[in-house]
């Protein structure tokens, strides 16, 4: 990446809190990324609880700034505040649902509906099954509004030998869906197996491995 660049991560409260750990480290790895950090007090729970009791603190440390989820006057929540994108990683239906009611009582939700509003690139790894025709339509709304419905789809045809390379490979994708420039994450199709483009692949998801 040649200039600085805006990033902000938001986590919501859905499981698969490793998904949204592996994007703050990507992201925090590629130089002269300037990483916002805005996570829900479900979001925060479930990374404790998925991922370890001091998983926050440490993504903290990674990012440029933490926004509390209901400072609604903080920069992020400003359209003039400029950014490369958004990824809500894992995004709950409930966040999902308010994106697409633009219901803004949260921070969060706030800087997703500034992305939207600003043609900006908003990514939602939405983290459910089954899903029911409400889940559906709030999909369908929010990709109207020009957001990126990406939900924690699995690789396969990459052949990922553990479940940290299953989650490294669907956070590569996710961020390359932001389009930063000079900046390709993802394995494509034909690679040799197990190449991550110069980059390490995480061994273990276990408490205290980020």
Known sequence: MSTAVRVVVGISGASGAALGVRV???LAGLAECELHLVVS???????AHEVGPDALARL?????CVHPIEDIGASIASGSFRS????????????????????TDN?????????????????????????????????????EYGAII????????????????????????????????GCGLAREWGSVPGEQNGRDVPRSLAPGSI
């Open 60 to 64: 903290a440390a990674l990012a440029r």
């Open 24 to 26: 703050v480290e990507l």
């Open 84 to 103: 490369a994108g958004m990824i809500v990683v894992p995004c709950s239906i409930r966040t999902l649902a308010a994106i697409a009611a633009s219901n």
């Open 150 to 181: 990406a939900p924690p789809v699995p690789a396969f045809y990459l052949k990922p030998a553990t479940l940290a390379e299953a989650v490294d490979d669907m956070a590569r994708r996710a961020i390359d869906f932001l389009g930063l420039p």
């Open 107 to 143: 921070l969060l939700v706030r800087a997703a509906d500034v992305h939207l509003k600003e043609r900006r690139r908003l990514v939602l790894m939405v983290r459910e099954s089954p899903l029911h025709l409400g889940h559906l339509r709030a999909m369908a709304a929010v990709t």
């Open 41 to 47: 007090a479900a979001g925060a729970r479930t990374l």
